[in-house]
Each structure stands twice: as C-alpha cells, then as structure tokens.
C-alpha cells in the first residue's frame, strides 16, 4: 500500500467534491478541474476529507494509489491558491513581450517565436521573467516546458531560458593551447 496514497485529502469550505461515474469534479473559487478516475482506483468523500483506496494490493495499483491522491490534492490546491512557475531569460539581446494571449520570444534566432498560451493558463512578462500562473498544474507544467524548450540554458555561458530554481552545471570551455 502506498504511504502517499493512505493521507487523507482535507478539503477546504469553499471547494465542492462530485464523483459522477468514474469523472471527479473539483469545483472552487478559481474554477473547475475534471478527471477521469482509473477504474481500479476508488474515490470515497467523508466529511471534509476524501480517501483514495486501490481495489488490490499489485504493485500496479500501489503506483496509482499514490498517483491519484497527489493529482486529486493537486486539483484541490488549483481551484482554491493555483500554481506558479517562474522562467528566466538570460542572454544578450534575448527578451520576451506579450500581445494579448500570444507571448513573442526574441532569443538569437532569425525569427521571432509566437507562442499561443493554452486557455486557463495567464503570463506576466517582465523584462528577463516570465510568470506563468493557472490552476491546472499538469498544463502549466507543459507549458513552461514548451517555452523552456524554445532555447534551453547551453552549458558554457548559461544563455537560454531556465526555471528560476533551476542551476546550470557549467563547463570550463576550452584552454589555450601551451607550447
């Protein structure tokens, strides 16, 4: 049995609970989350809390044990606080803007890229930072990978976008040559 999976999720006042058939429905203050429930996963409200259990003891179902208690977490954490995800820009001359819901990145290449943001997910821009917020953490976690993927951080110099947690291991580059 999983360790994770055994918590119980506390579920705040403001934040509604429906399981109709195998679709959970998280409802809050910041809007509504769906999924879809494994079938060898059960879904039980008690009070103020739900409790996730596995139909058998496989190690398969331990996994989705786990799994689906942090995601049902994750979607009551979304509706009532959201998430966030920073993203620095780094390099001479590389800079981000927004036009409405379509983020322009300038970073070395010939061309700009236009990149549409998924719908429930916001941006802010400033300067070298790009704030990323929403509800849905899985999409929001796309997203600032598809944006990191745009010019990922190059080992010698640190230029590209990088998390602003992440740390770039930095190689030494090339020596002269001695004779």
Aim: aromatic share 6%; with cysteine.
């Amino acid at each position: 049995m999983s360790r994770i999976g055994k918590k119980p999720i506390l579920i705040p006042k403001d934040v509604e609970i429906k399981l109709e058939g195998d679709l959970l429905k998280v409802k809050g203050p910041k809007g509504e989350l769906s999924r879809k429930v494994h079938p060898k996963v059960q879904v039980d409200m008690d009070g103020d809390s739900v409790i996730v259990s596995v139909a058998d003891e496989t190690r398969e179902c331990a996994s989705l044990h786990g799994l689906f208690r942090i995601l049902i977490d994750n979607m009551v954490t979304g509706v009532t606080r959201g998430f966030e995800r920073v993203l620095e820009i780094v390099g001479v001359g590389y800079r981000a803007e927004l036009k409405g819901r379509t983020a322009i990145f300038n970073l070395g290449y010939s061309h700009p890229i236009d990149f549409e943001l998924p719908d429930g997910i916001e941006a802010k821009i400033e300067k070298t930072k790009v704030i990323l917020n929403g509800m849905d953490k899985e999409l929001l976690g796309k997203t600032a990978a598809k944006i990191r993927g745009f010019r990922k951080p190059e080992p010698y110099k640190g230029k590209g976008i990088k998390y602003a947690d992440e740390m770039i291991r930095r190689k030494a580059g090339k020596t002269g040559a001695t004779i």
